[in-house]
């Protein structure tokens, strides 16, 4: 099993900028790519992007490329996401996820999942 829990989000004007965390405990020693998904009332959970094991391969959804960077610490088991430029669109709750895949931006490949957080841009 492995538990993710997410921090770091909160309210913000448009422009703003958040950095997400989340920190990932019990089975960390697997090699396993993460992802950060994203969800609002009564829509699917979206995907928002996703990195490898090393950190090499990233991904990221189109409406937030070039303003998200998704990033990871493995030493200190703990994956990043760096929210600039941020819009009143992004207004959701956030979830990071892992996977012992390789980094999909396909949410069923996920096997753990965080309790999320929410992030409010205001306008």
């Known amino acids: 099993q492995v538990q993710l829990v997410e921090s770091g989000g909160g309210l913000v004007q448009a422009g703003d900028s958040l950095r997400l965390s989340c920190a990932a405990s019990?089975?960390?020693?697997?090699?396993?790519?993460m992802g950060w998904f994203r969800q609002t009332p009564g829509k699917e959970r979206e995907f928002v992007a996703t990195?490898?094991?090393?950190?090499?391969?990233?991904a990221y959804a189109d409406d937030v490329k070039g303003r998200f960077t998704i990033s990871r610490d493995n030493a200190k088991n703990i994956l990043y996401l760096q929210m600039n430029s941020l819009e009143p669109e992004d207004t959701a709750v956030y979830y990071c996820?892992?996977?012992?895949?390789?980094?999909?931006?396909?949410?069923?490949?996920?096997?753990?999942w965080g309790q999320g957080t929410q992030v409010t841009v205001s306008s």
């Open positions: 990195i490898s094991w090393g950190g090499r391969d990233t």
């Open positions: 996820a892992a996977t012992f895949g390789v980094p999909s931006s396909y949410r069923e490949r996920y096997n753990y």
């Open positions: 019990g089975r960390t020693y697997g090699r396993y790519a």
